[in-house]
């Protein structure tokens, strides 16, 4: 089993900046990628951005240029910092791993609980 933990969310004024982390643990052999994902009320559930074992990166058109998505390997952890919060940044936001649990998987899909980023104008 993969279980996959997130802390940092929180309440922030508009320009203000908050630290998401995800920490993966269980049993597997890797980890292909991790990232984030967000939903929005009354909205679809939008990729924000990921990191893949070996650093490249992507991210949303909406938050180049003000989030920044960080991996540290040897602790299976992902984080993501958001520098100039805007309201529309408000939504649950989701960690996301794609993880090889055997040598022979090409990976599966493990998600977080959702931790909520509120941003006030």
């Known amino acids: 089993q993969v279980q996959l933990v997130e802390s940092g969310g929180g309440l922030v004024q508009a320009g203000g900046s908050l630290r998401l982390s995800c920490a993966a643990s269980?049993?597997?052999?890797?980890?292909?990628?991790m990232g984030w994902y967000r939903q929005a009320p009354g909205k679809q559930r939008e990729l924000v951005a990921y990191?893949?074992?070996?650093?490249?990166?992507n991210y949303a058109d909406s938050v180049k240029g003000r989030f920044t998505i960080s991996g540290d390997n040897a602790k299976s952890t992902v984080y993501l910092q958001m520098n100039s919060l805007e309201p529309e940044d408000t939504a649950v936001y989701y960690c996301f791993g794609n993880v090889r649990r055997h040598l022979i998987d090409k990976g599966y899909d493990y998600w977080g609980q959702g931790t909520q980023v509120t941003v006030s104008s």
């Open positions: 990191i893949t074992s070996g650093g490249s990166t």
């Open positions: 269980g049993t597997f052999v890797s980890i292909n990628r």
